[in-house]
């Protein structure tokens, strides 16, 4: 996604990933939307992070049909599927990529140069909501806990003699945890059949 205004980094593009079942979302600003910068962030930041995906669905930009991106996919059995050129919002990135567009252009006329220092606090407000599709946050479904936003502690002060150490509190948390575990095992039968 680009050309935005260069920041004093030197970023000017924006690679979108998005988890299609958690709907988590990565952003990742670029100083160039080469193949290789894209083969770079998809094994360190991508596979080494979270697992080989069982395929990746992009549009058909030359960053995604080169040789090289073709050859990672292919070594790490990963299947390939593109969008179709006259619809690519079939591209989960595209939903997210409307929303960060917007954004991304008010955080570059209010702080020229530093939009890029901001997409943190972008993806983490596009994570943080439930998802109508399964009623969680991106963070529950990959993580097994929603995040403490800073609403919570104002809103939801803890109370303060609750005692976390209790065989009710470890119930629900070890609940919560097979929960997390049950709907990754679901996730990855789905994907597979």
């Known amino acids: 996604m680009g050309l935005f205004p260069t920041t004093s980094r030197q970023k000017r593009f924006l690679l979108v990933i998005v988890d299609y079942f958690t709907r988590w979302v990565e952003l990742f600003a670029l100083r160039q939307a080469t193949a290789t910068h894209i083969a770079n962030i998809l094994f360190n930041e ?9 395929y990746i669905l992009s549009d058909n930009g030359p960053q995604f049909i080169s040789h090289l991106f073709n050859e990672i996919c ?3 059995d990963i299947n390939r599927k593109f969008t179709a050129n006259y ?3 079939t591209n989960m990135s595209e939903h ?3 929303t960060l567009k917007a954004q991304i252009d008010i955080y570059a006329q209010r702080r020229p140069g530093l939009w890029d220092k901001e997409l943190q606090k972008l993806a983490f407000t596009i994570r943080t ?3 109508d599709t399964t009623s969680d946050t991106s963070p529950y479904l990959n993580l097994g806990c ?5 609403l919570d502690l104002i809103i939801n002060q803890p109370v ?3 005692p976390s150490n209790t065989p009710e509190y470890k119930f629900i948390q070890q609940y919560r945890t097979q929960l997390a575990h049950d709907r990754q ?3 990855y039968f789905v994907r597979e059949h």
């Not at 929603?146 to 800073?150: C, E, F, G, S, T």
């Open 46 to 54: 991508i596979i080494c992070r979270y697992g080989v995906p069982l």
């Open 74 to 76: 292919a070594n790490m």
């Open 87 to 89: 619809q690519p919002q």
């Open 96 to 98: 997210v990529n409307r």
């Open 129 to 131: 909501p439930a998802k």
């Open 146 to 150: 929603d995040p403490v936003i800073p």
């Open 160 to 162: 303060p003699d609750f």
């Open 185 to 187: 095992v679901t996730y």
